[in-house]
């Protein structure tokens, strides 16, 4: 199995901040890399796929990077909707999610 | 409006078997292949099952073949997911999600969650 390790697994921040977490697989996933943003009693929402593109609909001061086993996920300018827990999640080899990085307001 | 819907959860007994629904609107349900996901109370996400948009073929992580099983009916628009046996640690929000990819394109990327149903076991 894939194994997705995130850091950190807390992170806070202000708004207009730029914040950047990170993803690791256990082994070569290409560019096989999503990530979510989730918060409470909400739907789950598809921010990036293939580790760099942009879902429709998604700001773009939401961007990603990487390929292999290291991804990054950076936030440019936090605005107050941003406040979440985000995760990443394999899509190599059957589907795997990282631990989550809950974003809070400093 | 384009949505999942899940419903069916609530609080079983160890032992007992649930099946959970997921009504789709909003999309042609029967060319994408469908998921679900569950999350348990420390947060985790964990991958439950997988079914090709035309049911012919389903998928689950070695951990929980055995008591979870996922159909559809295109028919209807529904996804369901059937666990028996449940155990403590079944504990969890169960999300529906649907696939990005068309027919047998699919790509495990996740593009629209429902808000999920709860599933609690208790002794």
């Known amino acids: 199995d894939i194994q997705m390790t995130q850091s950190p697994s807390s992170l806070s921040a202000s708004v207009g901040d730029r914040v950047t977490i990170t993803c690791r697989s256990s082994?070569?996933?290409?560019?096989?890399l999503n990530w979510y943003q989730h918060k409470p009693g909400i739907a789950p929402k598809l921010l990036i796929y293939?580790?760099?593109t942009l879902q429709t609909g998604v700001p773009s001061r939401f961007s990603g990077s990487g390929s292999g086993t290291d991804f990054t996920l950076t936030i440019s300018g936090l605005q107050p909707g941003d406040f979440a827990t985000y995760y990443c999640?394999?899509?190599?080899?059957?589907?795997?999610f990282g631990q989550g990085t809950r974003l809070e307001i400093k | 409006q384009v949505q999942l819907v899940e419903s069916g959860g609530g609080v079983v007994q160890t032992g007992g078997s649930l099946t959970l629904s997921c009504a789709a609107s909003?999309?042609?349900?029967?060319?994408?292949?469908m998921h679900w996901v569950r999350q348990t109370p420390g947060g985790g996400l964990e991958w439950v099952a997988t079914?090709?948009?035309?049911?012919?073929?389903?998928y689950y992580p070695d951990a929980i073949k055995g008591r979870f099983t996922i159909s559809r009916d295109n028919s209807k628009n529904t996804l369901f997911l059937e666990i028996n046996s449940l155990r403590r640690e079944d504990t969890a929000m169960y999300y529906c999600?649907?696939?990005?990819?068309?027919?047998?394109?699919?790509?495990?990327?996740?593009?629209?969650w429902g808000q999920g149903t709860l599933v609690t076991v208790s002794s």
């Open positions: 999600a649907k696939d990005v990819g068309l027919r047998e394109f699919w790509s495990g990327d996740l593009d629209l």
């Open positions: 909003g999309f042609d349900f029967n060319t994408y292949a």
């Open positions: 079914i090709r948009y035309d049911g012919s073929n389903s």
């Open positions: 082994q070569d996933i290409r560019t096989s």
């Open positions: 293939a580790a760099s």
């Open positions: 999640q394999q899509s190599y080899n059957a589907l795997t």
